[in-house]
T-cell receptor, first 113, second 116 residues
Framework: AQKITQTQPGMFVQEKEAVTLDCTYD???????LFWYKQPSSGEMIFLIY??????QNATEGRYSLNFQKARKSANLVISASQLGDSAMYFC??????????FGAGTTVTVRA | DAGITQSPRYKITETGRQVTLMCHQT?????MFWYRQDLGHGLRLIYY???????DKGEVPDGYVVSRSKTENFPLTLESATRSQTSVYFC???????????????FGPGTRLTVL
């Protein structure tokens, strides 16, 4: 079974608008972590934000926030005030007890001027 | 420069040849990982290592061999390359859980491998 599901293969967003990228996960491990990575066209993997399963508050890092709904097993990434440089592929990933990461298939975001 | 490096960055080889992809990190991270990235699959774990001389299989280990004689190096070998192993390969590293319970992984720049 897929551990991480990203249902949006691609999205378009207007510059300065907000965009939400969906991520659902599946685990029976009570202690886990959720990550979002950005992969621009140059190919490198850039860490954006982290949410631990026991964290009470949603994580935020600048224009990135993670909408964590534990009961629904979702960890959506919200990018506020989109910029042209936000055009990239975005991956959701989950770390379980064994410290390995499981990745979703990714969502391509294209920001339009 | 400190960090995590991969070599070569690009490699073209032929079916049946042996290929070794190198990964080197300067952070003294305990954990190291090899992933492959294919369209529609995201990144999939090939092998990982929790410490020198300790390695374990990931999701897609078939056709690959790893070793870790030194903490800073984690080479990945394709013993007899096949076309299905054409992919982008990423190496990553992280601290041990005692130092970083979050388990953030730091990625190398990737190696684009083409098997003809």
């Amino acid at each position: 079974a897929q551990k991480i599901t990203q249902t949006q293969p691609g999205m378009f967003v207007q510059e300065k608008e907000a965009v939400t990228l969906d991520c659902t996960y599946d685990t029976s491990d009570p202690s886990y972590g959720l990550f979002w990575y950005k992969q621009p066209s140059s190919g490198e993997m850039i860490f954006l934000i982290y949410q631990g399963s026991y964290d009470q508050q949603n994580a935020t890092e600048g224009r990135y926030s993670l909408n964590f709904q534990k009961a629904r097993k979702s960890a959506n990434l919200v990018i506020s005030a989109s910029q042209l440089g936000d055009s990239a592929m975005y991956f959701c990933a989950m770390r379980e007890y064994d410290y390995k990461l499981s990745f979703g298939a990714g969502t391509t975001v294209t920001v339009r001027a | 420069d400190a960090g995590i490096t991969q070599s070569p960055r690009y490699k073209i080889t032929e079916t049946g040849r042996q290929v070794t992809l190198m990964c080197h990190q300067t952070w003294s991270h305990s954990y190291m990982f090899w992933y492959r990235q294919d369209l529609g699959h995201g990144l999939r774990l090939i092998y990982y290592s929790a410490a020198a001389d300790i390695t374990d299989k990931g999701e897609v280990p078939d056709g690959y061999v790893v070793s870790r004689s030194k903490t800073e190096n984690f080479p990945l070998t394709l013993e007899s390359a096949t076309r299905s192993q054409t992919s982008v390969y990423f190496c990553a590293s992280s601290h041990a859980p005692s130092l970083d319970p979050n388990g953030e992984q730091f990625f190398g720049p990737g190696t684009r491998l083409t098997v003809l």
